[in-house]
């Protein structure tokens, strides 16, 4: 057990009635999503998604299994507390710790959430522990 992260993203057009927070697919339609970042124990992200959940309305009094859409803005945003390293510190009984090789892993989803982004794709993030 232990806290699993995971970003993913589908055509923009599948999203588009939905809200930012909690939207769900429909049994066809989960096929045509592709994950294509995962982290394992970064409670700080964690941290972050959280917050930009909440930002966005989310009302799960628990933040797990909850999913956050994550625009060009957010990420914008998100690059700066990566860089400066001010993700907000986050702890959870399965979260473990933050390593250092998180940052590139960061840097990277930021950089490919971009690019899909741009592609009329639209990107979430979802977690569980």
């Not at 930012?20 to 964690?46: C, I, M, N, S, Y």
């Not at 917050?51 to 690059?79: H, M, P, W």
């Not at 986050?90 to 979260?95: D, R």
Request: glycine share 6%.
């Amino acid at each position: 057990m232990g806290l699993d992260q995971y970003a993913y993203s589908i055509a923009a057009e599948y999203l588009k009635d939905q809200p930012d927070t909690d939207f769900v697919l429909g049994d066809p339609d989960r096929g045509k999503q592709l994950k294509f970042a995962q982290w394992r124990k970064h409670p700080a992200l964690e941290g972050y998604m959280e917050r930009l959940y909440r930002a966005k309305g989310g009302k799960q009094d628990i933040f797990n299994c909850c999913s956050v859409r994550i625009t060009l803005d957010d990420l914008d945003d998100l690059e700066i507390h990566v860089v400066d390293q001010t993700l907000p510190y986050t702890k959870g009984f399965f979260f473990g710790s933050d390593q250092p090789e998180d940052r590139h892993q960061d840097f990277t989803f930021i950089q490919d959430a971009r690019r899909l982004l741009q592609e009329g794709k639209a990107v979430w993030y979802r977690s569980l522990w």
